[in-house]
């Protein structure tokens, strides 16, 4: 059951927003974002769960929906730092294993 | 505070000859994940340990891959033997306690296979 994520790519300039969405056929448990930089490893982003609220740190928030069983991740005000790709993690009950989209490749451009 | 160690870095092969990849986790982390991450894809669970118990190896392909876990630390996934479309990245990432904890991923090996 691998979350679907969109878009698939996007470009922006420095400054502009964004919006990565991740949805599963399945009810979840939680969502959890990663980005990944070209020939690094995933860096933990935050973890939503289900009933929690909204999360954010600095200018990267996400939200949770989980009737829709779908969730967000706002990137504002996006800096040069941002470029990456963005995957979701989706787990559909607590303990059992994550299964990752296959990821949103983040460009931002001076 | 130390991240999780992998090594090697990068390995080549030819096919049909086997593989092994090790792992040291972050410090008193519980569980541990072998993941293997082909270009272009989101990482894919192979083996998933909690302590030194397997918790969920459903996507590990049993006929040529096997992992296993020293005294609930260090951790082995070995290939034997080795096909083309095992080439990819193999990522280790250890959680403090379960899955819905944050996991911390390791540089990872990139295998090629010729």
């Known amino acids: 059951q691998q979350p679907v994520q969109s878009p698939q790519a996007v470009i922006l300039r420095e400054g502009e927003d964004a919006v990565i969405n991740c949805s599963s056929s399945?009810?979840?448990?939680?969502v959890h974002w990663y980005r990944q930089k070209h020939g690094e490893a995933p860096v933990f982003l935050m973890i939503l769960l289900k009933g929690g609220e909204q999360k954010g740190h600095d200018k990267i928030s996400a939200s949770f929906n989980e009737k829709k069983q779908q969730s967000s991740l706002y990137l504002t005000a996006s800096q040069l730092s941002y470029s990456g790709t963005y995957f979701c993690g989706t787990e559909k009950d607590s303990g059992y294993a994550l299964n990752f989209g296959k990821g949103t490749s983040l460009l931002v451009t001076p | 505070e130390a991240g999780v160690a992998q090594s090697p870095r990068y390995k080549i092969i030819e096919k049909r000859q086997s593989v092994a990849f090790w792992c040291n986790p972050i410090?008193?982390?519980?569980?541990l994940y072998w993941y293997q991450q082909i270009l272009g894809q989101g990482p894919k669970l192979l083996i998933q340990f909690q302590n030194n118990g397997v918790v969920d190896d459903s996507q590990l392909p049993k006929d040529r891959f096997s992992a296993e876990r020293l005294k609930g630390v260090d951790s082995t996934l070995k290939i034997q033997p080795a096909k083309l479309e095992d080439s990819a990245v193999y990522l280790c990432?250890?959680?403090?306690?379960?899955?819905?904890?944050?996991?911390?991923f390791g540089p990872g090996t990139r295998l090629t296979v010729l």
């Open positions: 410090s008193g982390h519980a569980t």
């Open positions: 399945k009810a979840l448990y939680s």
């Open positions: 990432a250890s959680s403090l306690y379960s899955s819905t904890d944050t996991q911390y």
